[in-house]
Nanobody, 111 residues
Framework: QVQLVESGGGLVQAGGSLRLSCAASGSTFVTNTMSWYLQPPGKQREWVAYITGGGHTNYAGSAKGRFTISRDNAKNIVYLQMNSLKPEDTAVYYC?????WGQGTQVTVSS
């Protein structure tokens, strides 16, 4: 049974930073491409960033230059470092391994 558990969300002021974590269990984490998605209130879920098993990364336009995705294969954790946060980044953030989703972690950015 694959489990993805996100953590690290919270309330932060605009311009602040948060680091999200996604702990994976029960999967071949080392080879999986791991992604982060966000879902703002009342809107569709959208892709933020991914990192391949080999460490190649890619970002949505809104995340480029502000967010950094990384992974620790020894710990089966993928991170999303978010800097220069804006109110429009407010959303539930989910990690995804291509098949399974975590339960999400709420990020709220106040102006």
């Amino acid at each position: 049974q694959v489990q993805l558990v996100e953590s690290g969300g919270g309330l932060v002021q605009a311009g602040g930073s948060l680091r999200l974590s996604c702990a994976a269990s029960g999967s071949t984490f080392v080879t999986n491409t791991m992604s982060w998605y966000l879902q703002p209130p009342g809107k569709q879920r959208e892709w933020v960033a991914y990192i391949t098993g080999g460490g190649h990364t890619n970002y949505a336009g809104s995340a480029k230059g502000r967010f950094t995705i990384s992974r620790d294969n020894a710990k089966n954790i993928v991170y999303l470092q978010m800097n220069s946060l804006k109110p429009e980044d407010t959303a539930v953030y989910y990690c995804h391994d291509g098949r399974y989703w975590g339960q999400g972690t709420q990020v709220t950015v106040s102006s």
